[in-house]
């Protein structure tokens, strides 16, 4: 069975960086997609990052201030983020998807961005 074990998160002021890091553990024989979700109090959960083939998307609200990576030969994949704002603030989740309506969750990670 995969696990997804997230790391990184804390609490950072205004215009810091953070990296998030989501290690995979158990058998992943093919990766479909992969990436971030984050979550805020009260709110749906919204993609911020996904990896699907040879495409990386966004949210708009990160473009150029976060970057989403994977290193095949660690099952990681982490999220870069710079330039950090207050409505960034939530719980971040590491997603996996092994194949069509197979995905796989991490148990969040929370990112506080204050002052």
């Known amino acids: 069975q995969v696990q997804l074990v997230e790391s990184g998160g804390g609490l950072v002021q205004p215009g810091g960086s953070l990296r998030l890091s989501c290690a995979a553990s158990?058998?992943?024989?093919?990766?479909?997609?992969t990436g971030w979700y984050r979550q805020a109090p009260g709110k749906q959960r919204d993609m911020v990052a996904v990896?699907?083939?040879?495409?990386?998307n966004y949210i708009e609200s990160v473009k150029g201030r976060f970057a989403v990576s994977r290193d095949n030969a660690k099952n990681t994949v982490y999220l870069q983020m710079n330039s950090l704002k207050p409505e960034d603030t939530a719980a971040y989740y590491c997603?996996?998807?092994?194949?069509?309506?197979?995905?796989?969750w991490g148990q969040g990670t929370q990112v506080t961005v204050s002052s």
């Open positions: 990896i699907s083939g040879g495409t990386i």
């Open positions: 997603y996996l998807r092994m194949a069509p309506g197979i995905d796989v």
């Open positions: 158990g058998s992943v024989f093919r990766i479909y997609a």
